[in-house]
């Protein structure tokens, strides 16, 4: 076998990573959509907020435990857990169960908080799995198929989102998803175990915490990205009001909605394929400074635009200017980064 040919294992973890993302934003597309349509715009925003929340306060203690115990595990419970979250989500909106609007709403809340922890354990152990798969000679080869496929399933997966919900329902959107993520945890169950660094078992979950948030602080490189990207993470919030703004401006149906929520994944995948091809050599910093005011310039467009091929061309090119923000700030992680604080930073960055 050539050095350079990812080994069987990786297409496993390819798969896994294809499957389970495609129905992660199919879930995401639905379950924003559902709210808007049962209540209004402001409950969307407290749909991200129960999401977000309990994601970031779990990042602090997931890099710690996955350190801690093999990643394989983890990642298959995770698959098995969102899973039945998806179901959940199915049978509470099936219309022959009568559910009121506020009991729906509940339980979708309810749902999407546990999610929001999942995810926090899911995304940093499949991501630090990686270096522990492939060759140190094949790791850019697989993080550009890892990015890859994770941008493919994310545009996919919010395009099918709402032809599902147009054409199928929205209780049988979630079972499709459903059966989405258990092809992803039986691809998972194919891989190698991946135990503890045994250096790290048995360091107290506070140090390790400590350890990470001093190195970020301490290296100016990576704080100064990081923060650049949060403001822009911030502003860039605006998105979240693509279900108000495709139903009562643009006057699109699910359809629509589907693809204006796949835009800026589509925008950013144009981005790194141009990016893989003709990679930045120089002032960097620069480029992702100019990139950061392009996406806020283009958000600001969307904002403004009350016609539909602009709204998307808006977004389309904020994906555009984002990929360039990841892929200087995975770069610069990359070559600051420790092994051994990986797992601890990889769910806060």
């Given at each position: 076998m050539s050095s350079d040919k990812l080994p069987k294992e990786f297409r496993h973890f390819i798969f896994a990573r294809l499957f389970f993302v495609l129905g992660l934003r199919m879930i995401t597309t639905i379950v924003i959509y559902?709210?808007?349509h049962l209540a209004n715009t402001y409950m969307v925003g407290f749909?991200?907020?129960?999401?977000?929340?309990?994601?970031v306060i779990a990042a602090l203690y997931a890099g710690h435990?996955?350190?801690k115990h093999n990643k394989k595990n983890i990642l298959v419970w995770s698959y098995a857990f969102y899973m039945f979250c998806g179901i959940t989500l199915a049978l509470i909106s099936l219309p022959g169960f009568g559910f009121s609007n506020t009991t729906q709403l509940t339980v979708i809340f309810s749902v999407v908080f546990c999610t929001?922890?999942?995810r926090s354990f899911a995304g940093p152990s499949a991501n630090s799995m990686i270096a522990a798969i492939v060759t140190r000679e094949q790791l850019q080869k697989a993080i550009s198929y890892n990015s890859?496929?994770?941008?493919i399933s994310s545009i996919g997966g919010h395009a099918v989102g709402g032809l599902l919900i147009a054409f199928i329902g929205i209780s049988n959107a979630y079972f499709i998803t459903a059966a989405l993520i258990l092809t992803a945890g039986i691809f998972a169950l194919q891989l190698y175990p991946?135990?503890?660094?045994?250096s790290l078992e048995n360091e107290p979950m506070f140090t390790s915490i400590k350890k990470g948030f001093s190195f970020v602080y301490h290296n100016k490189n990576l704080l100064g990205v990081l923060s650049l990207d949060l403001f822009a993470v911030l502003f860039g919030g605006a998105v979240a009001f693509i279900p108000e703004v495709a139903s009562t401006i643009l006057h699109t149906g699910p359809i629509g909605y589907g693809f204006l929520n796949a835009a800026m994944d589509l925008g950013s995948l144009i981005s790194i394929g141009i990016l893989v091809k003709y990679p930045m050599r120089q002032k960097q910093g620069l480029k992702m400074l100019l990139a950061v005011a392009g996406f806020g310039?283009?958000?600001?467009?969307f904002g403004l635009s009350k016609v539909y091929w602009l709204s998307f061309m808006a977004l389309l090119v904020?994906?555009?200017?984002?990929?360039?923000s990841v892929v200087v700030r995975g770069t610069i992680m990359q070559l600051y980064t420790p092994d051994e604080l990986r797992d601890v930073l990889l769910p806060l960055i």
């Open positions: 559902q709210v808007f749909a991200g907020l129960a999401e977000f929340v309990p994601a435990y996955i350190d929001g922890i999942i890859s496929t994770w941008l991946k135990p503890p660094v045994s310039l283009c958000i600001i467009i904020a994906g555009l200017f984002d990929a360039v």
